[in-house]
């Protein structure tokens, strides 16, 4: 079993649309999470930390379930612009060099 | 602006060449790090750098070395290529420090190597 896991997608959705994915880790001692976006061709970049308690940033909210030992992100509204690779990562010490990728959701936007 | 850069964007070469892949970041990062990522499989962690001279195996450091002289810098080697090591190469840096750590790596924009 993989440390971290993601639906490979692709998940082809229409503008407009609401759009969930999940990740879910293997490591109960996981300390931190957060998403990253990655474009085609293009380097991964940081789009959001996981806080415990959920967190929000425009369009975009992010949570965890330690019970469960998943992360989500929520994407409202969905923008041409928001097709991309999603990554969660996680973290295993608060040091930040044990971190994991999930193999990326890719997402496609429809007009 | 943060800037990673890395050396090659694009190369190629023959099996049982040495590959050198730089890695230099303007932030006064202590952590460095050499990803490679491929279809299917991700990024996985070849090495990464946590101080100058320090290093520490990935998950799949055989058949890679690194070098990190200097802060800004942590180069890539491969001393034999192998067809198997085609990939996109990518670098990053985070800084560290309990209470400014935000988790943000930093990458440059990679590195794709074909191997013939």
């Known amino acids: 079993r993989k440390e971290v896991e993601q639906d490979p997608g692709p998940f082809n959705v229409p503008e407009g649309a609401t759009v969930a994915f999940n990740c879910t880790y293997s490591n109960s001692a996981s300390q931190s999470f957060f998403w990253y976006r990655q474009d085609c061709r293009k380097e991964p970049k940081l789009l959001m930390s996981v806080y415990s308690s959920g967190n929000e940033d425009g369009r975009f909210t992010a949570q965890l379930n330690r019970a469960s030992q998943y992360i989500s992100l929520l994407i409202r509204d969905s923008k041409l612009s928001d097709s991309a690779t999603y990554l969660c990562v996680v973290t295993l010490n608060n040091a930040g060099n044990m971190l994991t990728f999930g193999g990326g959701t890719r997402l496609m936007v429809k007009p | 602006d943060v800037k990673v850069t890395q050396s090659s964007r694009y190369l190629v070469k023959r099996t049982g060449e040495k590959v050198f892949l730089e890695c230099v970041q303007d932030?006064?990062?202590?952590?460095m790090f050499w990803y490679r990522q491929d279809p299917g499989l991700g990024l996985r962690l070849i090495y990464f750098?946590?101080?100058?001279?320090?290093?520490e195996k990935g998950d799949i450091p055989e058949g890679y070395s690194v070098s990190r002289e200097k802060k800004e810098r942590f180069s890539l080697i491969l001393e034999s290529a192998s067809t198997n090591q085609t990939s996109m190469y990518l670098c990053?840096?985070?800084?560290?420090?309990?209470?400014?750590?935000?988790?943000?790596?930093?990458f440059g924009e990679g590195s794709r190597l074909t191997v013939l």
């Open positions: 990053a840096s985070r800084s560290t420090g309990v209470y400014s750590d935000t988790g943000e790596l930093f």
């Open positions: 750098s946590y101080d100058v001279k320090m290093k």
């Open positions: 932030m006064d990062h202590e952590n």
